[in-house]
Each structure stands twice: as C-alpha cells, then as structure tokens.
C-alpha cells in the first residue's frame, strides 16, 4: 500500500536508542541449527539474571527452520520460552513457505524444493525420498509431515508475528518497502523482500534490523543491521544486544 499523498515520513533520531529500562537481544537466521541456539540462549539467560531491574526482551528475526539438522528441536526450543526474558518469535520465509505447503498453497512447491525442506522433514523423522519433490508426491507428503508434527508445533509457527518494535527499532525478518510508512506494510514484503529493501538509501521512521539476507558478518548500514550471518553453513549465529544507544554482538 503506497503511503497517502503529502504525508511525510519521519526519519528515526540519531542515535536510535532502545527505553533505558529494557534490554533486547536480537538473534538472525537459525535454520535447524539447535547446536548454537542452546549457547546464544544460555547467554542471554545468564546475563536477565544478573541485570537487575533490567527488562530483557530476546527477538528471534525469524527462519528456525529448514537447511540445518534439527529444525525440530530448534521449534521446541523456542516454545519453551528464555528464563526471565520476554521472547517474541518472527515469521520467516521459510516459516511461510512450509505453511504454505501444509496449506496446499503455491508456495508449498518452492518450499519442497528449494528450501532445504529434506533436511526439516528428516528432523521429524520422515525419512528422505529421491522424489520428495515430484508433483505426485505432494499429498503424502503433506500428510505424512501433517501426521509427524506436532500440533502444538503447527500452532507455535501459525502464531508468529511479523514484525516487533522497541524504541527506535523495527525488528523483521526480510525489510521493509521504502516509500511506504511502517504502519502501511504488508506482510509479505516484511516476510519476503529482498533487493528493493537492500539496495535503499531511505531513513525509514524506525532503524530496522533484519535477517533474511545472508552475509559474511553482522553489517551495519545507516538505515538497517543484518544479523543473517547463514548460521546453518557458516556455523556462526549472530545476536546483538541493543541497550540505550549501544548496539554491540552479543
């Protein structure tokens, strides 16, 4: 939705800061990769407890799932919540695309064979098939993934927002279109754009911080930070602590 003509969108303030009473900790791309969320959390538990009066709020930017080993146990994880911490869990492409495949939308056909869904369906225990991505094998597919899920995992992942705010932050999984205030977004560009976000120079109203996109290391634009260090290759899951105006990798 294009913003309404005359209406002028204001840039955030420099530096962005998060409210003095809170503490957020925003963490990139998971994809399956259990073996370092378990770490990143156990920081992040150690430090709420030993930071009184300190609210601390920990931002998943979405994509638990797919490419790395143990979306399962990434899933779990996450429903068990961060001791003494409030957590609030994004939606990502992939989370959208694998719902869409459980919905019998179109995105389903680019989720099972683009996606690196093999590796989430062998989470769950559904053993690879060579023709996992035929056409023909679809409904059995969906209903044997239907079957191996738990429902409270299909809930946890139908529940997932698709942005937060915290002071002068927008936190999302892809972006956000320019030229459209963030109060006009849809969804499925915070969900799934990619080059017209990147490639923009604009100060949106909030500074965003987003995954999605991967890059060799946490990159800190003017206007965005993307945390997408493509922790399911790289082995590095990136976190960053916002607090006051000092933003640094946790």
């Not at 840039?11 to 998060?18: D, G, L, N, R, S």
């Not at 378990?38 to 538990?45: A, G, S, Y």
């Not at 892809?174 to 976000?197: C, H, K, M, N, T």
């Amino acid at each position: 939705m294009p913003k309404k003509a005359g209406t002028k969108l204001v840039p955030f303030p420099e530096p962005p800061a998060v409210p003095p009473d809170i503490a957020v900790v925003a963490i990139g791309d998971v994809h399956g990769r259990l073996d370092l969320l378990v770490p990143v959390l156990d920081r992040i538990e150690r430090r709420a407890a030993q930071t009184a009066g300190i609210r601390h709020i920990v931002v998943s930017l979405g994509d638990l799932i797919d490419r790395g080993p143990d979306s399962s146990g990434v899933i779990e994880r996450m429903m068990a919540g961060v001791a003494g911490c409030d957590l609030v869990v994004l939606r990502g492409n992939h989370e959208d695309a694998l719902l869409g495949f459980l919905d019998e939308k179109p995105i389903g056909d680019a989720w099972r064979s683009f996606f690196g869904a093999e590796a989430f369906l062998q989470s769950y225990g559904i053993a690879s098939r060579q023709n996992f991505r035929e056409e023909k094998a679809m409904p059995q597919l969906r209903e044997d993934l239907l079957a191996a899920m738990p429902q409270a995992h299909i809930d946890f992942l139908r529940s997932l927002p698709s942005h937060a705010v915290f002071g002068d932050y927008f936190f999302v999984h892809a972006g956000v279109r320019p030229g459209v205030s963030l109060a006009e977004q849809e969804e499925r560009d915070l969900v799934w754009i990619r080059d017209e976000f990147l490639n923009s120079k604009q100060r949106f109203e909030k500074k965003i911080v987003h995954g999605h996109t991967p890059v060799r290391k946490p990159d800190f634009n003017r206007n965005r930070i993307n945390l997408d260090t493509k922790a399911y290759a790289s082995g590095k899951l990136t976190a960053a602590l916002f607090e006051g105006t000092a933003v640094t990798i946790f």
